[in-house]
Every structure is written in structure tokens, then in C-alpha cells.
């Protein structure tokens, strides 16, 4: 009986520092000029992705979205019209649900499904299954995109921000900050705003 | 000794008004004043709303960024009226900035004001490039809320968390001493 309690609070032990760690992590995150680690989440049509699954492509932008944040939303259409944009150009869309679907219902994997047909993304849309990818990267709210270019080192973060200046009103933007930077990239020129910040509906764990 | 009193009555009259107007003259105009069933919201974008978050005096601040439609921020707002409510006689004032959609602040936002009954002075911050202005607030702030700055004069501190009634009330008592 002894050694089971023993057990128990060594594992309790265990799982407390394994969570500290988890939100150090999370408040690091990458930097512009890391190279982030692949991973491979489960995507709508229930197979799994991986960035090494896309030979042919250049690089990556990499959105953390949901489908319940109103932020996220007004985003979609400018989501899928990245996606079309640079798929072709080597730079696909890749999109990541961070969110806990127990603790917010609506970022349910079924209704991640849903969103996806109706909104018709032409893009992977993957469940961060038990929040283990997100805080590696050090995203912190829906929608945060982080570009990523192959290099010979690995996929090295370019861009961590937002997609543009102005979430309400699409005609109203001014600066499209994720284009110019993928633009750039494509030129082989510096990215000149590598990054910026916009409010998000903070990522449900 | 009625005399007295009447003065009194009246100079406390002049005195209020007086600074009342000097309160409308550090302040702002409105981008626009949303109303409906007796609830009134100013909007303003970053400009208009900065004065409020450098007020140089003896009151502690207790700003709050929310949304009605953000669930970590409805569920902690009950703390922050509470603290608005207790602490209204020992120099704490609570400011709730929403940053609802402006196109949703007489659907949304005015009914929820209404509906939650809240006490605390709410204004809504109608500022789209938020790029421009979160680093104003804090140079930590990630940009998601809910988010919450306290301070007094030149003493401040900014969190990226969900606040409990204690903790809120703990953080404000630092402010105090």
C-alpha cells in the first residue's frame, strides 16, 4: 500500500513540473531565425501531416486558428485567398487548432470538419492534439501566423505575427504584412517586418 | 446657520463642476457614442483612449481588455465589478475596454452591459491596427486577451491572465500601500 502512495505522488510530482515546464515553454517560444520542429497532426480527412510530407514546397505559413474566435473568423476568406495565392508559388497554407476541444466546444475536431467545408479551405487544418505544438512555437492566440522558410538547416522562422493591419475590414487594410513577407521571401530578399502583434482570443489548454 | 449651509452647498456645486470640466478637457472626444436602452458607450480609438491609461493622480487603475464574446474575460468580469464595488471609496477605479466589433456594439455589446448590469465604466476601443498600439499598452503583451494593466501614477504592471477576486484584490492592495 505504501509504495502505491509513493508511486502516486512521485507521479504526482511528475506531472506538476511536466505542466511548469509546458507554460515555460509556451511563454519562449520561437524567435524569428529558429528553426522549428516538424510534427505531425491529425488533419481532417483523418490522415496525418507533416511539413516533410511537402517536398516541393519552399516553405510554410503556419496559422494557429479555431473556429469559434471572432478574430479568427473575420480571417477565413483571407486565409484561403493566401493559400490559393502561394500554394503555387511554394508556400502553402498550413492551419493548426490549438484549442482544448473539451474546453471549447466549438473547436470540436467534428466541427472543425464542418468549418472546413464551409468555408472551403483548400489547406490542411489539423488538431494540435493534446496542445503539444503550439507552445513550441509560443503561439499565444487564434489567429498567429508563423512563417517558415526550408532552409539546409531545417524550417527556419521568417515572420510571427499577423496576417494584416486591419482584422474588421478587409478593404481597409493597409499593409498586408503576411504577403510582403512571403513575397520577399520568394525574392530571396530580407523580410523587412518580421514582426507584428494583434489582438487574438488567448488559446484555450 | 442655514446661511453656512446653503455656501457650502453651492461652492461644493461650483467645486465639482469645475472638475468636471477639467476631466472633459484631459479627455478626449468620442469617435462615437453608442446608446441604446439607457446604456450609453464612447469609443476611441488608441489616441483617445491613452489619457486613460496615464492618469497621474492618486487613484489606482484597473484597466480591462475583454469582449463579450471572449469566455475567459466574461467569466473573470464578475471579480472586476466586485473590486469596483469595494474599493470605489479607497481610491480604485475599475475601466472595462472592450474590444468588441464595432459594427456588433448596439447588438452585442450595449444588450450584454445591460444584461450583466455592470457598474464599472466601459468604453470600447475601435482601433483596427492593433500592431500599432499593443506595444503602447505593454511591450509584453502578446495581443490576447483577456488582458489587464493596474496603476497609479508612475507605478504599473501589465498581465496576460485570468484574474480570481483574491488575486485581483492582492495585485490592487500593492498598488495601495
Known amino acids: 500500500m505504501k509504495t502505491i502512495k509513493i508511486f502516486a505522488f512521485v507521479?504526482?510530482?511528475?506531472?506538476?513540473?511536466?505542466?511548469?515546464?509546458?507554460?515555460?515553454?509556451?511563454?519562449?517560444?520561437?524567435?524569428?531565425?529558429?528553426?522549428?520542429?516538424?510534427?505531425?497532426?491529425?488533419?481532417?480527412?483523418?490522415?496525418?501531416?507533416?511539413?516533410?510530407?511537402?517536398?516541393?514546397?519552399?516553405?510554410?505559413?503556419?496559422?494557429?486558428?479555431?473556429?469559434?474566435?471572432?478574430?479568427?473568423?473575420?480571417?477565413?476568406?483571407?486565409?484561403?485567398?493566401?493559400?490559393?495565392?502561394?500554394?503555387?508559388?511554394?508556400?502553402?497554407?498550413?492551419?493548426?487548432?490549438?484549442?482544448?476541444?473539451e474546453k471549447q466546444k466549438d473547436d470540436s475536431f467534428d466541427l472543425m470538419k464542418v468549418k472546413a467545408k464551409e468555408k472551403g479551405f483548400t489547406f490542411p487544418y489539423l488538431l494540435d492534439e493534446?496542445?503539444?505544438?503550439?507552445?513550441?512555437?509560443?503561439?499565444?492566440?487564434?489567429?498567429?501566423?508563423?512563417?517558415?522558410?526550408?532552409?539546409?538547416?531545417?524550417?527556419?522562422?521568417?515572420?510571427?505575427?499577423?496576417?494584416?493591419?486591419?482584422?474588421?475590414?478587409?478593404?481597409?487594410?493597409?499593409?498586408?504584412?503576411?504577403?510582403?513577407?512571403?513575397?520577399?521571401?520568394?525574392?530571396?530578399?530580407?523580410?523587412?517586418?518580421?514582426?507584428?502583434?494583434?489582438?487574438?482570443?488567448?488559446?484555450?489548454? | 446657520m442655514k446661511k453656512i449651509i446653503?455656501?457650502?452647498?453651492?461652492?461644493?456645486?461650483?467645486?465639482?463642476?469645475?472638475?468636471?470640466?477639467?476631466?472633459?478637457?484631459?479627455?478626449?472626444?468620442?469617435?462615437k457614442t453608442y446608446s441604446k436602452d439607457g446604456i450609453s458607450i464612447d469609443s476611441y480609438n488608441f489616441l483617445g483612449l491613452e489619457p486613460y491609461l496615464k492618469k497621474d493622480n492618486d487613484t489606482t487603475y484597473v484597466v480591462n481588455f475583454w469582449a463579450t464574446w471572449c469566455v475567459p474575460c466574461v467569466e473573470e468580469l464578475p471579480n472586476f465589478e466586485k473590486l469596483n464595488a469595494e474599493y470605489k471609496d479607497k481610491k480604485v477605479k475599475v475601466l472595462l475596454v472592450s474590444i468588441d466589433f464595432p459594427k456588433m456594439a448596439e447588438t452585442k455589446l450595449l444588450p450584454f452591459v445591460k444584461e450583466h448590469n455592470l457598474k464599472s465604466e466601459v468604453l470600447?476601443?475601435?482601433?483596427?491596427?492593433?500592431?500599432?498600439?499593443?506595444?503602447?499598452?505593454?511591450?509584453t503583451w502578446s495581443g490576447a486577451i483577456p488582458a489587464t494593466i493596474i496603476y497609479k501614477g508612475d507605478k504599473r504592471r501589465f498581465y496576460e491572465k485570468s484574474f480570481s477576486f483574491e488575486e485581483l484584490e492582492n495585485e490592487v492592495k500593492q498598488f495601495q500601500n
Not at chain 1, 513550441?136 to 531545417?154: E, S, W
Not at chain 2, 470600447?124 to 499598452?137: F, G, Q, R, S
Request: with cysteine; net charge positive.
Open chain 2, 124 to 139: 470600447l476601443l475601435n482601433d483596427p491596427d492593433a500592431n500599432t498600439w499593443i506595444n503602447k499598452v505593454d511591450s
Open chain 2, 6 to 31: 446653503a455656501i457650502g452647498i453651492v461652492f461644493l456645486l461650483v467645486s465639482c463642476k469645475s472638475e468636471e470640466k477639467k476631466e472633459a478637457i484631459s479627455n478626449p472626444k468620442p469617435l
Open chain 1, 130 to 205: 493534446g496542445q503539444k505544438i503550439y507552445p513550441q512555437y509560443g503561439a499565444t492566440k487564434t489567429p498567429h501566423v508563423y512563417i517558415l522558410q526550408k532552409t539546409a538547416k531545417g524550417n527556419q522562422v521568417k515572420y510571427i505575427g499577423a496576417i494584416d493591419d486591419n482584422y474588421g475590414d478587409e478593404k481597409a487594410v493597409k499593409e498586408k504584412y503576411v504577403e510582403k513577407a512571403v513575397d520577399a521571401l520568394l525574392k530571396n530578399k530580407e523580410v523587412v517586418v518580421k514582426e507584428t502583434k494583434a489582438i487574438g482570443c488567448s488559446i484555450k489548454a
Open chain 1, 11 to 101: 507521479l504526482l510530482a511528475g506531472l506538476a513540473s511536466a505542466f511548469t515546464y509546458k507554460n515555460m515553454d509556451a511563454a519562449a517560444g520561437y524567435k524569428v531565425g529558429d528553426i522549428a520542429t516538424d510534427f505531425s497532426l491529425k488533419n481532417i480527412d483523418n490522415k496525418k501531416v507533416s511539413l516533410k510530407d511537402f517536398k516541393d514546397a519552399k516553405g510554410f505559413i503556419v496559422i494557429f486558428t479555431c473556429n469559434h474566435c471572432p478574430y479568427a473568423q473575420a480571417y477565413e476568406d483571407r486565409i484561403v485567398a493566401l493559400d490559393k495565392k502561394y500554394k503555387k508559388l511554394g508556400y502553402p497554407v498550413i492551419a493548426i487548432n490549438p484549442n482544448n476541444p
